[in-house]
């Protein structure tokens, strides 16, 4: 069921994320991104994290992809262009992908029992709430990243805020 | 019963949860335009609709006849797919909410609750998740219609729903932190334990948190006095004026589905969801069978339609909004006092668990 749940929804990702690529409106390239973040969503779920998956929903879908959306309709962006331009995308492009994967793979299996496994599936029957771990984990051992990161989105407001006032 | 597997039993009773969940909340959408017509009538010194079936109640059927047969106009410049996938996912999440909802007691039948579709941990989580999806329904609407009044309303519903979804999520952090939890199961068994003293807005003191929570919701919903989105002097009818027939009803529908969302929402975090207000008084008179059973759903429904009739009276009170108004007072005031309210909820908890 659970496999079958991860399957469904990594097809759906890896879709999306092809759909982003080949459409030509950027609405509905947004879109797309916006079909592989629930389906993350989803394989975070089925993976037993659920208070990840819910914040991908509420942060990344909710958010952030509705001011993607929101720019582009006040921009009112209109189709992307097809040119022939950039020889080098071309020449570059695929075999810089495939290397890419490759190196990846190759390190990701070459370290494997690093890494270490996990299991697919069975994560969602059991009823304990990881948030009270995720709290723990954050709030004690992970205490100075998270207050580190929490002063540089504060930094980057008041930049915005700055960078929008009329007069400067 | 016996030959069927328990996997069996539970995905039988789960859709017929879900069957029996959609066919009330539908009619009970239907119900609540009629109630709200029939409310702002009789606050505006008119009979409100009262031709059609005794004292108009069968006036949903007919609206409901009229929207079908009406012929589903297809405006020539709008984005197609789009302008189809819109309506879809403003009454789809509109509806997907409601199953989380704890609607009863918890009563279990060969291990499947019956008074609620899926007990999930992070139920809240999911609810203001699926709120904040929603707002795509309306911005694509607005994008897709091709009209820039439609545009206008879609902007300003968009803007104003992911300004508002901050507030509203910041005021309920101070009912999470009481109850320890995110299942709103949970959060309903924290306050049933002396009747009404027990509830979140008296006992838990979360009175500051119930009414930001509640003007946070008026802005979620596009209800008066934050409708900005569909001020008909200035923008014809917002984000749907291009829909007719059943997308118009869709949207329609998905704004009643949502009032009802946020009521049952406000009714389990702050008043107790199903439980009585007299607490274990009365415990020795319904203690047996059917009526300790229904009853809760009883005291559920009804602070349901309290929160209905009160955002009708709201609607037939106050004037809109400015658009500048409403976004400093969702910025610089209700904001603010959500992050008070939850560091003084935090304090209380600290210094006297």
Sequence with gaps: ????????????????????????????????????????????????????????????????????????????????????????????GIPGAAAIFCLLSFVFLKNKTALGTTQLGGYLSDTISNITEISHTLFTSLLLPFEATSILILVAILGAVVLARKEL | MTHLTTFEIFLLLTVLKIAVVLVITLTAVAYTVLLERKVLGRMQNRWGPSRTGPFGLLQPL?????LFLKEDMMPLAVERPLFVLAPIIALGCALISISVVPFGAETKYHGVDLFQIANLNIGLLVVLGVTSIGVYGIALSGWSS??????????????????????LGLSLVGVVLRAGSLSLRDIVNSQARHGMLSWNILGGFQIVGFFIYLMAAYAETNRSPFDLPEAESELVAGYHTEYSSMKFAMFFMAEYANMITVAC?????FFGGANTPFGHIFDGVFATGFIHAVLPIFWFVFKILAFLLLYIWVRATLPRFRYDQLMSFGWKFLLPVAMVNILATAFALAFHP
């Design chain 2, 62 to 66: 007919a609206d409901g006849i009229k």
């Design chain 2, 146 to 167: 091709n009209n820039k009044y439609s545009l206008f309303g879609s902007l300003r519903a968009t803007a104003q729903m992911i300004s508002y979804e901050l507030a």
């Design chain 1, 1 to 92: 069921m659970q496999t079958a749940l991860f399957i469904i929804f990594g097809l759906a990702a890896i879709a999306g994320a092809l759909n982003l690529l080949f459409q030509r409106h950027p609405i509905n390239s947004a879109l797309s991104l916006v079909v592989v973040m629930m389906s993350l969503a989803v394989l975070y779920w089925s993976l037993g994290a659920e208070f990840l998956a819910a914040a991908q929903v509420i942060v990344y879908a909710g958010a952030v992809m509705v001011l993607f959306v929101f720019v582009v309709m006040l921009l009112n962006a209109g189709e992307e262009v097809r040119t022939h331009g950039s020889r080098i995308a071309y020449i570059a």
């Design chain 2, 265 to 269: 929402v406000a009714t389990l975090l």
